[in-house]
């Protein structure tokens, strides 16, 4: 049995899907239900369940907007930070593998290395270098108190997900109905797939340890919004910010915003390099596939989020 942590959420539930689809039983733990917060509370679930993996993708990311994470640093910090610690303490205690959602938004701007940041380097969206925002920050904070406290455990890095399906955290859905965009080359990662390739790690028994779950390749904000033009034939005027300082200066923007390319090469290496697709190819199988939401066509079939 797996224990799913935040399985309400965009990940979480896909999740929950592919793990039902796989066969494997899923208990879900909801803060509701368990005051996992305390650490002798989850130790107990963990006792009483004897799960042979646990995923978390709790999270605070500022109900969709991280500007909202600045607001509420003690919550961000208390779910992002807090829960993760309790979280890595109890598995490692009880021997419980398993598995914690991360964030490719801990990095910023050029890699040390050509083809992206690699595993290995250090987090450089923070404070103390003079950028960084309260959500990545304590992504990157996570990710370092898992470490210290030790023990068998995947960090799986997100960045910027997508898949067919038009909601608000969808980046695709993020690009069609904001006004102004910023360009910026990055690393992408399609929903479906990262689910997949994480349980391929776990279920695979690969090396524990931190990995890039991107789809390959660097993509632009401008080639992205390129396809949607063209493969849902529309013909948007996408409209993109100088800079961040610019779309500081209108109030489009509070927290700052990262944007970096990752290397996949470790994830690749581990579960094949033929079975990480593209984001490219990614990108166009989403559209091609595009399913709006309903209610938000006007009578042409035209999203009304469009217009605005
Ligand atoms: N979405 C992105 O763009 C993105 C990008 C990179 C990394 N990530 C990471 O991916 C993971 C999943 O994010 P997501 O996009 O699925 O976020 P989400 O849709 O906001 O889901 C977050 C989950 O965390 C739960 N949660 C929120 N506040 C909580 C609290 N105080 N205590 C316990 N649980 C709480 C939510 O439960 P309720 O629904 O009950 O509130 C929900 O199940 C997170 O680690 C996030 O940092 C996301």
Not at 1 to 22: A, P, R
Not at 248 to 260: I, N, P, T, W
Request: charged residues 25%.
């Amino acid at each position: 049995m797996v224990i799913l942590l935040g399985s309400e959420g965009y990940i979480g539930k896909e999740f929950q899907n592919q793990l039902e689809e796989l066969g494997v039983e899923t208990y879900c733990l909801f803060a509701y239900n368990y005051n996992y917060y305390e650490l002798d509370t989850l130790k107990q679930v963990l006792y009483e369940k004897k799960p042979e993996f646990l995923i978390n993708c709790d999270a605070y990311a500022g109900d969709g907007n991280i500007d909202n994470c600045e607001d509420n640093q003690d919550k961000t910090t208390r779910v992002n930070v807090s829960l993760v610690q309790t979280i890595s303490k109890a598995c490692l205690m009880m021997g419980v593998p398993w598995g914690h959602v991360s964030s490719g938004s801990i990095y910023d701007g050029e890699p040390p290395a050509a083809n992206g940041f690699i595993e290995e380097d250090m987090p450089n969206f923070s404070f103390t270098l003079g950028n960084g925002n309260h959500y990545s920050m304590s992504k990157a904070k996570a990710e370092e108190v898992i470490a210290h406290t030790g023990g068998d455990y995947y960090i799986w890095r997100l960045k910027l997900p997508f898949d067919e399906y038009d909601c608000n955290t969808n980046l695709l859905s993020k690009l069609m109905h904001s006004n102004m965009n910023l360009d910026a080359n990055n690393s992408i990662s399609h929903k479906g797939d990262f689910v997949k390739y994480c349980l391929t790690l776990w279920q695979t028994k690969a090396d524990f340890g931190i990995y890039n779950v991107v789809n390959s390749g660097p993509i632009s904000t401008k080639e992205i919004t390129d396809k949607i033009n063209k493969i849902l034939t529309i013909d948007k005027n996408f409209v993109f910010f100088e800079n961040q300082d610019q779309a500081f200066k209108l109030g489009a923007l509070r927290a700052q915003r990262s944007s970096a390319v990752l290397d996949n090469s470790k994830l690749r290496k581990a579960i094949h390099p033929k079975r990480v697709r593209n984001a490219s190819k990614a990108i166009e199988a989403s559209l091609k596939q595009w399913r709006e939401k309903e209610q938000d066509k006007d009578v042409n079939g035209i999203p009304k989020s469009f217009w605005d």
